[in-house]
């Protein structure tokens, strides 16, 4: 009888405490790494392009180290009319940022990479997700950053906490892509490399 082997280790080659959180939903049991990578944008990248590059280099730069496994590299890039906004950093900046999306639609673009080190055959994708904001005062703005603090989330908003108070509506196909890591789209690579789900 020939034996089944294994199923292979799974990575996630992020520091993301969110894509953490996001991938123990599953209950796969992962390890991970963070990436070292430039992850400045290219010169003329439009967002998407940006995302899904980046989404790749990270599962390439932990590759090495983890020869029989499957791994997740993910990055989102959050975009306001045609151009790539980044994490706020500072109260300020913050403020700026949901002044602008006050009433407006931003637009989130999550990069997957699922590369597979057996084989070396890598398997993409790339979810995108528009957040309609409601029209927020000044008021509104200041006492939600206050509360959050935020600063570390592209678009100034954390939709699994108190930034739900700012969306009048989010469209997408894959909610979690979202928060950092598409989980309906990952489960599908996933199982197309053999790893069931459940």
Sequence with gaps: MVPIPPPPLLILASSSPYRRELLTRL???FQWQAPDIDETPSVDEPPPATALRLAREKAKAVAQAH???LIIGSD?????EGCAISKPENH????EQLTWASGRQLQFHTGLCLLDTRSGITHDALVTVVVQYR??????IERYLRKDQPYDCAGSGRIETLGISLVERVISEDPTALIGLPLI???TLLQNCG???P
């Excluded at 300020?92 to 403020?95: F, G, K, S």
């Excluded at 029209?135 to 509104?140: F, N, R």
């Design 27 to 29: 209950q796969i049991p």
């Design 67 to 69: 020869p029989q496994a």
């Design 76 to 80: 989102q890039v959050a975009e306001r």
């Design 92 to 95: 300020a900046a913050a403020v």
């Design 135 to 140: 029209h927020l005062s000044a008021a509104q």
């Design 185 to 187: 789209t990952l489960t």
């Design 195 to 197: 790893l069931n789900v």
